[in-house]
Nanobody, 118 residues
Framework: VQLQASGGGLVKPGDSLRLSCTASIRIFSMDDMGWYRQAPGGERELVAS???????????NYADSVKGRFTISRDNSKNTVYLQMNNLEPEDTAAYFCRGHKGPRIYWGQGTLVTVSS
């Protein structure tokens, strides 16, 4: 399973970005997918996750720090999970990683860098 993340960039505080994570398999075969981030010198932390199975899909979970600003969504037809990030803050600066969970297996995509700076 391969996960291809994209959409990072350099933005100003208050701007928006949308990250995309496209899987090499049907995402509804996954249990869930999510976005994690790791700031320089920090640990990798959960940003948001969403269940992706057809029967239970669509349940989202967010870190407190991004609630109300970030939205995770999925498009089964494109095998893609999105992270819409609004009202970005300098504290959101980090490498963002896509993660897939399928049974006992965890899959990671490469990081995409988000830098929020004036």
């Amino acid at each position: 399973v391969q996960l291809q993340a994209s959409g990072g960039g350099l933005v100003k505080p208050g701007d928006s970005l949308r990250l995309s994570c496209t899987a090499s398999i049907r995402i509804f075969s996954m249990d869930d997918m999510g976005w994690y981030r790791q700031a320089p010198g920090g640990e990798r932390e959960l940003v948001a996750s969403i269940t992706t199975k057809i029967t239970t899909g669509g349940n989202a979970n967010y870190a407190d720090s991004v609630k109300g600003r970030f939205t995770i969504s999925r498009d089964n037809s494109k095998n893609t999970v999105y992270l819409q990030m609004n009202n970005l803050e300098p504290e959101d600066t980090a490498a963002y990683f896509c993660r897939g969970h399928k049974g006992p297996r965890i899959y990671w995509g490469q990081g995409t860098l988000v830098t929020v700076s004036s």
